[in-house]
């Protein structure tokens, strides 16, 4: 077998299943590892063994998305209709703005929970 003839998932099963005399022998390196002129063969060759990152979001951006989910813009639909109803169309005496607030302090939870 060749390492080059399967993709990383069935190589790693491959490995897994295989003696580890046969792995090394296949992937060129021994008990002791790689040999400085080895490794500086593979890092030319293949690139250095780091982790790639994507671009990273901004902080407007992110907190924009961690309040915009389809949940969300219903519970701030529920609030709207809620101060109509239960504020601005009540007259002085009995107005209670106590079920927007609930809406908008869930709202206020669930983005802080996704933002993080």
């Known amino acids: ?6 993709n990383t998932k069935e190589m790693m099963f491959w490995a897994a299943e295989t003696d580890k005399d ?9 008990i002791d ?3 400085d002129t080895d490794v500086k063969a593979r890092r030319s060759k293949y ?11 901004s902080l407007a951006k992110h907190i924009l998305r961690s309040f915009t989910d389809p949940f969300t ?3 701030l639909t529920l609030a709207a209709v809620s101060l109509v ?7 002085v005496g009995q107005k209670n703005p106590s079920t927007a607030i609930i809406i908008a302090v869930m709202v206020f ?8």
């Open 85 to 91: 109803t239960d504020v601005a169309l009540q007259p």
């Open 22 to 30: 046969e792995v090394m022998q296949d992937l060129g390196v021994t």
């Open 73 to 75: 813009l219903v519970l």
């Open 47 to 57: 690139g250095n063994n780091g982790v790639t990152r994507g671009k990273k979001e």
């Open 33 to 35: 590892g790689l040999s």
């Open 1 to 6: 077998m060749n390492k080059y003839d399967y």
């Open 109 to 116: 939870l669930s983005g802080s929970l996704r933002f993080v």
